[in-house]
């Protein structure tokens, strides 16, 4: 119930691809409480994600390789984040994969993979638990 309360408050769901200026009016509120993700917002676009930066509207960014549709694009929105210290969370959920190639991607960052009865989820799991041993 906060949680749709906040979101009325600041309309940042509201036509939430162009809405930097409320997201930037949420992360002042929040942004040392919660991630504020871009989303709808970068959407895994080097361009938008720098205009995010300039305007200060997240802390956080839902990377989606193939939302935008290159590894190298992916790499700049990533390093664009990393570089100005925003969480970074990758995400297969523009379409499920269980290519483990966003597996690597999230190394050092947070992975959201779907649901547990989708072969997605396992195939990602079981590389973040293979990762995990080989670095222990």
């Given at each position: 119930?906060?949680?749709?309360r906040?979101?009325?408050?600041?309309?940042?769901?509201?036509?939430?691809?162009?809405?930097?200026a409320?997201?930037?009016?949420?992360?002042?509120?929040?942004?040392?409480?919660?991630?504020?993700?871009?989303?709808?917002?970068?959407?895994?676009n080097?361009?938008?994600?720098?205009?995010?930066?300039?305007?200060?509207?997240?802390?956080?960014?839902?990377?989606?390789?193939?939302?935008?549709?290159?590894?190298?694009?992916?790499?700049?929105?990533?390093?664009?984040?990393?570089?100005?210290?925003?969480?970074?969370?990758?995400?297969?959920?523009?379409?499920?994969?269980?290519?483990?190639?966003?597996?690597?991607?999230?190394?050092?960052?947070?992975?959201?993979?779907?649901?547990?009865?989708?072969?997605?989820?396992?195939?990602?799991?079981?590389?973040?638990?293979?990762?995990?041993?080989?670095?222990?």
């Amino acid at each position: 119930r906060d949680v749709m309360r906040i979101a009325r408050r600041f309309n940042a769901g509201s036509r939430s691809e162009e809405n930097f200026a409320e997201f930037a009016k949420l992360l002042a509120a929040w942004g040392d409480k919660a991630i504020i993700a871009g989303d709808d917002l970068t959407v895994t676009n080097p361009a938008r994600m720098q205009k995010a930066k300039d305007t200060q509207s997240i802390n956080g960014v839902i990377i989606k390789p193939n939302q935008i549709g290159t590894v190298s694009e992916t790499a700049e929105v990533v390093r664009l984040a990393k570089a100005k210290g925003y969480a970074t969370i990758a995400s297969h959920r523009s379409g499920e994969t269980e290519d483990a190639a966003l597996a690597h991607i999230a190394v050092g960052g947070v992975c959201e993979v779907g649901s547990i009865p989708r072969s997605s989820f396992m195939v990602l799991s079981t590389f973040f638990a293979r990762a995990i041993c080989s670095v222990s």
